[in-house]
């Protein structure tokens, strides 16, 4: 495991059971010392894009019981940067569309969604 | 040119170490993932979210580029929106990487860019991002 991957569960704090088709949802706090905003940028730390959406795949991940791979990411939208020790909740919910895994996911910071995601999701290894 | 001197990440989370070729437009970035670095896993696989930001370093060492030949600081941005970004394959610590892309639109503080990670002749990763660029100037940024 990555120490990216392992940073993110150490951020991950308690979850809430899902209702009206939200298959997960968990509350992250991420310090001031989490690894992804070392050098991202120095005297003004932004969680970066890509930890949101590992974030997110690891959350369908546990979820599903599953290893996924990211496949694709349809849309993403970065609404509001979100800081250090910030609760954020990120919320999923999985779907088939025409045979693809999508994982449609929020997140958000005292009630406001700071960023949306359409992200498509695979079982099994991309060939090198 | 060393990215260092061109956008504001640094380690770990710089991911692009040179700018290779600037033209209308258009960039050529240069990466290779240390093992150490934070998206490898035991066996050296690197996570696939690491192409997006390629992309998005990328872009920023390009405009950072321009910036300097313009005498300017190089500006901050921030990446506000991704669409159709296309994994197509894996890549591993140690891998020459090169992102290349192509500006589609700048709009006001806004940039389209399209983007592609390749190692040689294999393209891993494609799509379209859309960052918002800090102009010093005008931002006070």
């Known amino acids: 495991m990555s120490a990216l991957r392992k940073g993110i569960e150490a951020s991950a704090m308690e979850a809430i059971a899902g209702t009206g088709g939200?298959?997960?949802?968990?509350?992250?706090?991420?310090?001031?010392?989490?690894?992804?905003?070392?050098?991202?940028?120095?005297?003004?730390?932004v969680l970066p894009a890509i930890?949101?959406?590992?974030?997110?795949?690891?959350?369908?991940?546990?979820?599903?019981?599953?290893?996924?791979?990211?496949a694709a990411?349809?849309?993403?939208?970065?609404?509001?940067?979100?800081?250090?020790?910030?609760?954020?909740w990120i919320r999923v919910r999985r779907r088939v569309d025409s045979?693809?895994?999508?994982?449609?996911?929020?997140?958000?910071?005292?009630?406001k969604t700071v960023a949306a995601f359409q992200l498509e999701l695979a079982e099994g290894e991309t060939p090198r | 040119?060393?990215?260092?001197?061109?956008?504001?990440?640094?380690?770990?989370?710089?991911?692009?170490?040179?700018?290779v070729s600037v033209s209308d437009g258009c960039a050529v970035a240069e990466s290779?993932?240390?093992?150490?670095?934070?998206?490898?896993?035991?066996?050296?696989?690197?996570?696939?979210?690491?192409?997006?930001?390629?992309?998005?370093?990328?872009y920023a060492a390009f405009k950072g580029y321009l910036d300097r030949m313009a005498g300017k600081p190089p500006g901050e941005g921030f990446l506000v929106g991704v669409r159709h970004?296309?994994?197509t394959g894996r890549a591993y610590a140690g891998d020459r990487l090169l992102t290349s892309i192509r500006t589609v639109a700048a709009i006001g503080g806004f940039a389209i860019v399209e983007g592609a990670v390749t190692r040689g002749d294999e393209t891993l990763a494609s799509g379209t991002l859309k960052l918002w660029l800090v102009d010093p100037d005008v931002d006070g940024g």
């Not at chain 1, 959350?59 to 290893?67: D, P, Q, R, V």
């Not at chain 2, 001197?5 to 170490?17: E, K, S, T, Y």
Request: include cysteine; glycine fraction near 10%; aromatic fraction near 6%.
């Open chain 1, 73 to 88: 990411v349809r849309s993403a939208k970065f609404l509001a940067p979100i800081r250090p020790d910030e609760d954020v």
């Open chain 1, 22 to 45: 939200i298959t997960g949802a968990r509350r992250y706090r991420f310090g001031p010392g989490f690894i992804g905003f070392s050098g991202h940028f120095p005297g003004n730390p």
């Open chain 2, 1 to 19: 040119m060393a990215a260092e001197r061109l956008i504001p990440h640094r380690a770990p989370m710089r991911l692009v170490d040179t700018l």
């Open chain 1, 99 to 111: 045979g693809r895994d999508i994982c449609d996911a929020t997140l958000s910071v005292a009630g």
């Open chain 1, 51 to 70: 930890v949101q959406i590992r974030a997110v795949v690891s959350l369908a991940e546990e979820e599903g019981g599953k290893t996924l791979r990211l």
């Open chain 2, 32 to 58: 290779v993932f240390p093992r150490s670095v934070m998206m490898a896993d035991g066996e050296g696989k690197i996570d696939e979210v690491a192409f997006m930001e390629l992309i998005a370093q990328s």
């Open chain 2, 85 to 87: 970004l296309e994994i």
